[in-house]
């Protein structure tokens, strides 16, 4: 007699039995795990949060009308089955008035990965796909190692490349074209 091989389907549970210092996901029922990012990282995130948040957020010298979060847990169509955390993520309050209290079921008007060594295959390979799946229009792909910024656009479930931007390049692409930015704003100091 034949046995089957069982196979196991990572929950939403399980994440939450993980040590919350472990950044972990699941896609398609498969646990990911990774270790925190570094500093070029982090440095990314804040600079692309602070040059956000007042104008599409707060309203300070721009239209307002986004939740802008980083790090942000996002349970999609089906929280067992595809459960993430976005480096940076912004949701048009039209579309979420309301301000979710523990964490995101919708999913975002644009993500913003911020590429690591470790993470560069998974962010583009697993993730970037996933996205497309679940409608997200807009995505962003910051490497910091090459100091790029590539703005991508959702057509038909596929990404297509809009624009592209390197070291201290003037930026403004969509979804946040009402602003400029110096992309060098968002690189470690020197």
Same mark, same amino acid.
Request: glycine share 6%.
């Given at each position: 007699?034949?046995?089957? =091989?069982?196979?196991?389907?990572?929950?939403?549970?399980?994440?939450?039995?993980?040590?919350?210092?472990?950044?972990?996901?699941?896609?398609?029922?498969?646990?990911?795990?990774?270790?925190?990012?570094?500093?070029?990282?982090?440095?990314?995130?804040?600079?692309?949060?602070?040059?956000?948040?007042?104008?599409?957020?707060?309203?300070?010298?721009?239209?307002?009308?986004?939740?802008?979060? /980083?790090?942000?847990?996002?349970?999609?169509?089906?929280?067992? *089955?595809?459960?993430?955390?976005?480096?940076? =993520?912004?949701?048009?309050?039209?579309?979420?008035?309301?301000?979710?209290?523990?964490?995101?079921?919708?999913?975002?008007? *644009? $993500?913003?990965?911020?590429? /690591?060594? /470790?993470?560069?295959?998974?962010?583009?390979?697993?993730?970037?796909?996933?996205?497309?799946?679940?409608?997200?229009?807009?995505?962003?792909?910051?490497?910091? =190692?090459?100091?790029?910024?590539?703005?991508? #656009?959702? $057509?038909?479930?596929?990404?297509? #490349?809009?624009?592209?931007?390197?070291?201290?390049?003037?930026? =403004?692409?969509?979804?946040?074209?009402?602003?400029?930015?110096?992309?060098?704003?968002?690189?470690?100091?020197?």
């Amino acid at each position: 007699m034949t046995q089957r =091989a069982r196979t196991y389907r990572t929950r939403y549970s399980d994440l939450e039995k993980l040590s919350p210092d472990v950044k972990a996901e699941i896609v398609d029922g498969e646990l990911y795990m990774h270790a925190q990012p570094l500093e070029p990282h982090g440095n990314v995130i804040d600079g692309l949060i602070e040059t956000l948040r007042p104008p599409f957020m707060r309203g300070r010298g721009g239209p307002g009308g986004w939740w802008i979060r /980083s790090e942000t847990q996002v349970s999609f169509s089906d929280a067992d *089955w595809r459960t993430m955390v976005l480096d940076v =993520a912004g949701w048009r309050k039209e579309r979420v008035p309301d301000f979710p209290e523990r964490y995101f079921d919708i999913a975002p008007d *644009w $993500v913003c990965e911020v590429i /690591s060594p /470790s993470t560069r295959l998974y962010d583009r390979n697993v993730k970037a796909p996933v996205y497309a799946e679940e409608g997200i229009p807009h995505l962003w792909i910051i490497d910091p =190692a090459y100091r790029t910024l590539e703005c991508l #656009e959702n $057509v038909d479930g596929a990404w297509v #490349e809009r624009a592209r931007f390197e070291d201290a390049a003037q930026v =403004a692409a969509a979804p946040f074209a009402a602003i400029t930015f110096d992309l060098a704003d968002l690189w470690p100091p020197e």
